[in-house]
C-alpha cells in the first residue's frame, strides 16, 4: 500500500495529483481480519477526471504484478512502515489498538522488535509475490459515489491479470496524455477494492 498510494512519494500521488493533476486526494490502504483482507485504492476526483483516475489506478496495480517494485521504493516503504510503528508507542490507544488486533489475527501479542525484523527483513520478490497471490481479476471490485453522468465500466476493463478461461492477457490501456497540474474541487469519490485474501497476509508487520 505504501509503494501505491501511502502518501506523497508514492506512484498514485505522483501521477494522479502531482503529474496530472486529476485528484485532490488519492491513496491506497490495506485492513486485515481473522479471515479475510482486503486492499483499497480511493481517490477524490471531479466527475470528468474519473475515466483517467480509474485507468492510472489501475495500471497501478497491474504494474506490481508484473514487474518488482524497485529497491528504493521498498526501502522508503519500510521507512515509514517502521517510523510508524515506533510513533505509534507513544500513544496508549493506538498500542492497545495495536494489541488488540495482533490478539484477534494472530492470537498473540507480537513486540514491536519482531514487527521491525520482519519488516526489515522483506524483499522485493517477496513483495511481488504477494501482489501476484492477491491481486486477482475475479476479487478487484469498483465503488463510485457522486454525480456519474452515466459512467458505466465493463467488467473486463477492471482485469488485473489473465481471467480464468481466457486466453493471452488483459487489455491494456495507455496512460491519459499528461495534462497541466492542478487541483480540482473533489466531486465525487471512487474506490478500487482486491487482493481479498486470508487477512493474516505476509507477517504481522504488511
Known amino acids: 500500500a505504501s509503494v501505491i ?3 506523497t512519494s508514492s506512484r498514485l500521488w505522483q501521477k494522479v495529483r502531482e503529474e496530472r493533476g486529476l485528484a485532490y486526494s ?11 483482507g482486503v486492499f483499497n485504492v480511493y481517490a477524490g476526483t471531479s466527475p470528468e477526471h474519473l475515466d483517467d483516475v480509474l485507468e492510472l489506478s489501475l495500471a497501478e496495480l497491474r504494474e506490481v504484478v508484473r514487474k ?4 528504493e521504493e521498498l526501502r522508503i516503504a519500510k521507512d515509514q512502515a517502521i517510523s510508524s ?14 494489541l488488540a488486533r495482533q490478539e484477534i489475527i494472530h492470537g498473540r501479542r507480537i513486540s514491536p522488535d519482531e514487527v521491525v525484523e520482519k519488516i526489515r527483513a522483506i524483499t522485493v520478490d517477496e513483495l511481488q509475490e504477494v501482489a501476484r497471490t ?5 476479487t478487484v471490485a ?5 454525480n456519474l453522468n452515466g459512467f458505466n465500466v465493463d467488467r473486463s476493463r477492471l482485469a488485473i491479470a489473465q481471467m480464468p478461461g481466457v486466453s493471452g492477457d488483459p487489455p ?7 495534462r497541466p497540474a492542478r487541483r480540482p474541487s473533489p466531486g465525487l469519490r471512487s474506490t478500487v477494492r482486491g487482493g481479498q485474501g486470508d487477512g493474516r497476509g505476509p507477517g504481522p508487520g504488511a
Open 5 to 7: 498510494g501511502g502518501g
Open 26 to 36: 488519492v491513496g491506497a490502504a490495506g485492513s486485515a481480519f481473522s479471515d479475510v
Open 68 to 71: 518488482p517494485v524497485t529497491d
Open 85 to 98: 510503528i515506533l510513533l505509534g508507542l507513544e500513544s496508549s490507544s493506538a498500542r492497545a489498538g495495536t
Open 134 to 138: 492477491y491481486f486477482k481479476s475475479e
Open 142 to 146: 469498483l465503488g463510485v459515489l457522486g
Open 172 to 178: 491494456l490501456h495507455r496512460d491519459p496524455p499528461a
